[in-house]
């Protein structure tokens, strides 16, 4: 069962930009550790990044190379994914998914150390 609620997808040009947002339903992400994953169609899902409860710590895939920066607002309880110069091969479903501790590198990769999943939210990039 979801616990997490993404929103902010949507269909945009190659080179434009996104703000994904990640909230807790029925709770609060504060002090827990967010990761964003995506998972394209026929492809396996990919770690795209994560940050730490206190928004000291941040960790990317490679791919996302400075295009893409995860943030968060305590105050709110929001976790945000802005993505820039978006790619066609950014198309793809996006999740966040949180845990309450921090973990090694390798281990915040895993989907399966996480606890609270959300549904969701599709990115069309067109060229």
């Known amino acids: 069962q979801a616990q997490l609620v993404e929103s902010g997808g949507g269909l945009v040009q190659a080179g434009g930009s996104l703000r994904l947002s990640c909230a807790a339903s029925g709770g609060s992400l504060i002090t827990y550790t967010v990761v964003w994953f995506r998972q394209a169609p026929g492809k396996e899902r990919e770690f795209v990044g994560v940050?730490?409860?206190?928004?000291?710590?941040?960790y990317y895939a490679d791919f996302v190379k400075g295009r893409f920066t995860i943030s968060r607002d305590n105050a709110k309880g929001m976790v945000y994914l802005q993505m820039v110069s978006l790619k066609p091969d950014d198309t793809a479903v996006y999740y966040c998914?949180?845990?309450?501790?921090?973990?090694?590198?390798?281990?915040?990769?895993?989907?399966?150390?996480?606890?609270?999943w959300g549904q969701g939210t599709q990115v069309i990039v067109s060229s």
């Open positions: 998914a949180a845990r309450q501790y921090w973990a090694t590198f390798t281990r915040l990769r895993a989907g399966e150390i996480y606890d609270y």
């Open positions: 940050i730490s409860g206190n928004g000291g710590s941040n």
